[in-house]
């Protein structure tokens, strides 16, 4: 199975700050990747998908990049409704794998 | 726009078959490239791919529930179905149904079912 590995896995905050978070894979995925959002008690939310594209609907301060096998999300201005658990997910080979995830807490 | 939503019964005794349905609504399962995908997520951990279904009937599992699980989908009922059998407590998790679009990811979500596996 590829790993994804997540980092960090719990992440403090301020409204307004810029924050990235990372997802290695143990082996190429090429750009078989996407981002999710979790807030307690919802189904996860597609964000990115590609590595790097938005999903419709998703604010613009969300990106994402990738460089061989690291990906990065970053939210440029935090919003108070941006404080909640993101997945990495590959999809480039089976079984398809998610990262432990990182929990952006408010600091 | 399209809703997945989740059903079956919440508690389910050891040693027997959990059994869910995903009913889709505001289109036909049978549309577009999509598969039909189960996910489950343990209590306050996080989430692990189940398999998913294509509307042909092909089939793909994860390697360490492959022996348990069976996706189907019933086309005329636009709905699809996960059975997983010999459960155990190690199987009390949200399960939740999602589409899945080709190359894209898991873009439609069900809210989520929570199964609990207890005599």
């Known amino acids: 199975d590829i790993q994804m590995t997540q980092s960090p896995s719990t992440l403090s905050a301020s409204v307004g700050d810029r924050v990235t978070i990372t997802c290695r894979a143990s082996?190429?995925?090429?750009?078989?990747l996407a981002w999710y959002q979790q807030k307690p008690g919802k189904a996860p939310k597609l964000l990115i998908y590609?590595?790097?594209s938005l999903e419709s609907g998703v604010p613009p301060r969300f990106s994402a990049s990738e460089s061989g096998t690291e990906f990065t999300l970053s939210i440029s201005s935090l919003q108070p409704d941006d404080f909640a658990m993101y997945y990495c997910?590959?999809?480039?080979?089976?079984?398809?794998?998610f990262g432990l995830g990182t929990k952006l807490e408010i600091k | 726009q399209v809703q997945l939503r989740e059903s079956g019964p919440g508690l389910v005794k050891p040693s027997q078959t959990l059994s869910l349905s995903c009913t889709v609504s505001?289109?036909?399962?049978?549309?577009?490239?999509?598969?039909w995908t189960w996910i489950r997520q343990h209590p306050g951990k996080g989430l692990e791919w189940i398999g998913h279904?294509?509307?042909?009937?092909?089939?793909y599992y994860n390697p360490s529930l492959e022996s348990r699980v069976a996706i189907s989908v019933d086309t005329s009922k636009n709905h699809f179905s996960l059975s997983l059998t010999s459960v155990t407590a190690a199987d009390t998790a949200v399960y939740y149904c999602?589409?899945?679009?080709?190359?894209?990811?898991?873009?439609?979500w069900g809210q989520g079912t929570t199964v609990t596996v207890s005599s």
């Open positions: 082996q190429s995925i090429g750009n078989s």
């Open positions: 590609l590595a790097s």
């Open positions: 999602a589409r899945d679009v080709t190359l894209v990811g898991m873009d439609v």
């Open positions: 279904i294509f509307k042909t009937g092909g089939t």
């Open positions: 505001g289109d036909s399962i049978s549309s577009g490239d999509f598969s």
């Open positions: 997910q590959q999809y480039s080979r089976y079984p398809y794998t």
